[in-house]
């Protein structure tokens, strides 16, 4: 009878599924519009490529194919963070280097192969030292996500210490349909 009972339980738990976040608390600090331009984000100062906490988001739906992908910034112990001012921006301002140095992509979509390059190099993963989720909340892209949220991209952080200049370079390819390849670079002064 004891064991009937418990399996009875245990199906209960098992067919009402996971528990969901619901209505979080928590607002966001960072938002950037889904559909702005570069110009609209930096004019914002919305999007700050620091540390960010742990996410909770929990993704509920299927992933979306990777859309965008772009060089967001490029961080020095000389420049601190350089934000982009344009997407596909071929260049730098500030003339990078230093002790440390770091390139963060933000990239749309889920991708399944991420791989970078630093002065034709390819860079090992472990050098992906952050990814951040980034969700979508109304009409804007933010980060860190909160608790519930469904996560649509993320801005991946690269370790480049060692490095004072050169090419950066990043690909990743969607994890599903249409399996398209995105690509951006940047010449780090």
């Known amino acids: 009878m004891k064991i009937n009972a418990l399996y009875a339980s245990l199906l209960c738990i098992l067919l009402a599924g996971p ?28 999007l700050a490529a620091e540390s960010a906490e742990k996410s909770l988001a929990v993704p509920l739906a299927p992933a ?17 963070w350089e934000y982009m001012t344009s997407v596909g921006q071929l260049a730098t301002t500030c003339n990078h280097g230093g002790a440390q140095m770091s390139a963060a992509v933000l990239e749309i979509g889920y991708g399944s ?44 952080y690269y370790n480049l210490n060692g490095y004072q200049n050169g090419l950066f370079r ?20």
């Open 19 to 46: 528990a969901q976040a619901q209505n979080p608390t928590e607002s966001v600090s960072r938002e950037l519009p889904a559909f702005a331009t570069l110009g609209d984000v930096f004019s914002q100062g919305a």
């Open 64 to 80: 979306p194919p990777l859309t965008r992908m772009f060089v967001f910034a490029v961080g020095s112990t000389n420049c601190n």
């Open 113 to 156: 192969n991420p791989i970078a390059w630093m002065s034709g190099t390819v860079l090992p993963n472990s050098a992906n030292y952050q990814t951040t989720p980034v969700c979508i909340v109304g009409t804007r892209y933010d980060w860190p996500c909160s608790p519930g949220a469904t996560i649509v991209g993320f801005l991946r």
């Open 170 to 189: 990043y690909q990743n390819t969607s994890i599903n349909a249409p399996m398209n390849t995105l690509s951006t670079r940047i010449n780090i002064l």
